[in-house]
C-alpha cells in the first residue's frame, strides 16, 4: 500500500465509522474504484483504532463519569439504579452479541464477506430498513430511558455489522429508532456501544501484524498514518453527526446507501470492478 493509499484510506475510515453508511464497506468499494488492492480487514480493524480514540476523547467526560459509577456498582447495589451505572452495564451486555458472533465467524468475516455483491446487497437492504425505522420508530425516548432490552437489541443489530456494507453505527441507530429513542440518544449510544467491540477487535489485529501472523499489506508508517488521519476525520464526523441528528433524519443516508449499493451491483455486475 502507498502513502497516498493510506492518506485517502485514513480520511475514508474517518469519515463513514460513524456515519451510517458503513466504513468497511467504504474501505472496500474506494479501493475497488480506484483499481487499487483490497487492504483487507486486518487495516480495516486498526485503522478504527483511530476512530475510537475519536470517542474517546469527545466523550471523555462521559465515559469517565460512567466507568466510575460502573465499577461502584459492583460493590453497591443502590448504584445499579443510576443511569451513568445503568448505561455501563448496558454497554457490557450490548458488546456480548458481536462478541460471540465475531469469534465464531473471524475466517468468513476476513475473506467471503468482503464480496462486493455482498457489500453492495447490504448497503441497499440496511439502507431501506433504516428508512422504515424511520418511518415507525416514534422517537420519543431519551437516553436517559434506555433499560436492558435496548442494550441487548442494539447489540445483537451492532453484531449484524460484522458484515461489510451493514454499517455498525447505521445497524445501531436503526434498532435504536425502532426501540422508539429519538435520533441524538440512537446516535450517542450507538457511539457509546462500540468501544470494547472495536477497540478489542483493533488490538488483536494490530497484535497479529505486528507478530507477523496477518499478511502485511501495508508498512506499519502508513498504518499509522491512515490511524491518525481516521482520528481527526472522525472526530469531526462525531461532531457533525450529532449535531445534524438534532434536526435533521437520516433520509440521505438512505438515499446514499440506497444509490452507492445500485451502482455497486451495476459495476460488479459488469465486470468494471471486482
Same mark, same amino acid.
Given at each position: 500500500?502507498?502513502?497516498?493509499?493510506?492518506?485517502?484510506?485514513?480520511?475514508?475510515?474517518?469519515? %463513514?465509522?460513524?456515519?451510517?453508511?458503513?466504513?468497511?464497506?467504504?474501505?472496500?468499494?474506494?479501493?475497488?474504484?480506484?483499481?487499487?488492492?483490497?487492504?483487507?480487514?486486518?487495516?480495516?480493524?486498526?485503522?478504527?483504532?483511530?476512530?475510537?480514540?475519536?470517542?474517546?476523547?469527545?466523550?471523555?467526560?462521559?465515559?469517565?463519569?460512567?466507568?466510575?459509577?460502573?465499577?461502584?456498582?459492583?460493590?453497591?447495589?443502590?448504584?445499579?439504579?443510576?443511569?451513568?451505572?445503568?448505561?455501563?452495564?448496558?454497554?457490557?451486555?450490548?458488546?456480548?452479541?458481536?462478541?460471540?458472533?465475531?469469534?465464531?465467524?473471524?475466517?468468513?468475516?476476513? %475473506?467471503?464477506?468482503?464480496?462486493?455483491?455482498?457489500?453492495? %446487497?447490504?448497503?441497499?437492504?440496511?439502507?431501506?430498513?433504516?428508512?422504515?425505522?424511520?418511518?415507525?420508530?416514534?422517537?420519543?425516548?431519551?437516553?436517559?430511558?434506555?433499560?436492558?432490552?435496548?442494550?441487548?437489541?442494539?447489540?445483537?443489530?451492532?453484531?449484524?455489522?460484522?458484515?461489510?456494507?451493514?454499517?455498525?453505527?447505521?445497524? %445501531?441507530?436503526?434498532?435504536?429508532?425502532?426501540?422508539?429513542?429519538?435520533?441524538?440518544?440512537?446516535?450517542?449510544?450507538?457511539?457509546?456501544?462500540?468501544?470494547?467491540?472495536?477497540?478489542?477487535?483493533?488490538?488483536?489485529?494490530?497484535?497479529?501484524?505486528?507478530?507477523?501472523?496477518?499478511?502485511?499489506?501495508?508498512?506499519?508508517?502508513?498504518?499509522?498514518?491512515?490511524?491518525?488521519?481516521?482520528?481527526?476525520?472522525?472526530?469531526?464526523?462525531?461532531?457533525?453527526?450529532?449535531?445534524?441528528?438534532?434536526?435533521?433524519?437520516?433520509?440521505?443516508?438512505?438515499?446514499?446507501?440506497?444509490?452507492?449499493?445500485?451502482?455497486?451491483?451495476?459495476?460488479?455486475?459488469?465486470?468494471?470492478?471486482?
Amino acid at each position: 500500500m502507498s502513502t497516498l493509499e493510506a492518506i485517502v484510506l485514513g480520511i475514508v475510515q474517518g469519515l %463513514t465509522e460513524f456515519l451510517p453508511i458503513s466504513s468497511t464497506g467504504h474501505l472496500r468499494i474506494v479501493p475497488a474504484f480506484m483499481g487499487w488492492e483490497d487492504p483487507g480487514a486486518a487495516f480495516t480493524a486498526v485503522t478504527q483504532l483511530g476512530t475510537m480514540a475519536a470517542v474517546l476523547l469527545y466523550f471523555r467526560q462521559d465515559l469517565q463519569r460512567i466507568a466510575r459509577a460502573w465499577l461502584r456498582s459492583l460493590r453497591e447495589r443502590e448504584v445499579r439504579r443510576e443511569l451513568d451505572a445503568r448505561i455501563g452495564w448496558y454497554i457490557v451486555l450490548g458488546t456480548i452479541p458481536i462478541g460471540i458472533f465475531g469469534l465464531l465467524f473471524k475466517d468468513q468475516i476476513e %475473506t467471503g464477506a468482503r464480496d462486493l455483491y455482498l457489500i453492495g %446487497t447490504a448497503l441497499i437492504v440496511l439502507g431501506l430498513v433504516l428508512l422504515l425505522a424511520e418511518k415507525v420508530g416514534k422517537r420519543t425516548r431519551h437516553i436517559e430511558d434506555i433499560d436492558a432490552r435496548d442494550g441487548f437489541t442494539i447489540g445483537f443489530a451492532q453484531a449484524l455489522a460484522l458484515i461489510p456494507g451493514v454499517s455498525r453505527s447505521g445497524a %445501531t441507530i436503526t434498532a435504536g429508532l425502532f426501540m422508539g429513542l429519538d435520533r441524538t440518544a440512537a446516535a450517542r449510544f450507538s457511539f457509546l456501544l462500540s468501544i470494547p467491540a472495536v477497540v478489542l477487535s483493533g488490538l488483536l489485529e494490530l497484535g497479529s501484524i505486528l507478530s507477523g501472523e496477518e499478511g502485511q499489506h501495508t508498512s506499519l508508517f502508513n498504518l499509522a498514518l491512515a490511524t491518525a488521519l481516521a482520528f481527526v476525520v472522525g472526530y469531526a464526523s462525531i461532531a457533525f453527526l450529532l449535531r445534524y441528528l438534532e434536526h435533521h433524519s437520516t433520509i440521505v443516508f438512505v438515499v446514499y446507501r440506497v444509490a452507492l449499493g445500485a451502482l455497486v451491483l451495476v459495476l460488479v455486475g459488469a465486470g468494471v470492478i471486482s
